[in-house]
């Protein structure tokens, strides 16, 4: 959504890296898309923009997007992020010290200056995403907030 509300007050379609790291299609260690998964899935690398960072300008207000919402023309347009990244930073966490986010999910996660990508991880749930600082990752696991406290009635609750 950030980027489709980036585009239709700049008419640049730009992606920033923690939603971009949300999509599970990107290089880890590059901090950008994945040329390989992309070619997995036979989905052209050179259609797809390389992210950039949060507080990035990627443009600024064009006329038609100040028609329409009184925004004066050239104001910029600046890239956000995720909110469960920025959740996670606002936390105050620091280095591996996890944090339960609820809202629409419930996710548990920590952050961290390494990660691993390997099957056991696949298996278990456990993603990986970019941390909205460079150098860290996002690692945990989520959940539906409604199945969360489905289980903990089922579980806890006396009927």
Known sequence: ????????????????????GTSMLTNLRTRSFSENILS???????????????????GKIIPIASEETGLPVGIPVVATGHDTQFAIFGSGAGINQPVLSSGTWEVLMVRSETFTSDKEQFDLGITTEFDCRPGLYNIGNQWIASGILEWVRSNFMVR
């Not at 700049?10 to 939603?19: A, C, I, K, R, W």
């Not at 050179?46 to 960072?53: D, Q, R, S, T």
């Open 40 to 58: 997995r899935i036979k989905y052209p690398f050179g259609k797809i923009l390389l992210p950039v960072e949060p507080g990035t300008i990627t």
């Open 1 to 20: 959504m950030p980027s489709i509300f980036s585009f239709l007050l700049s008419g640049e379609m730009v992606n920033d890296s923690t939603m971009a």
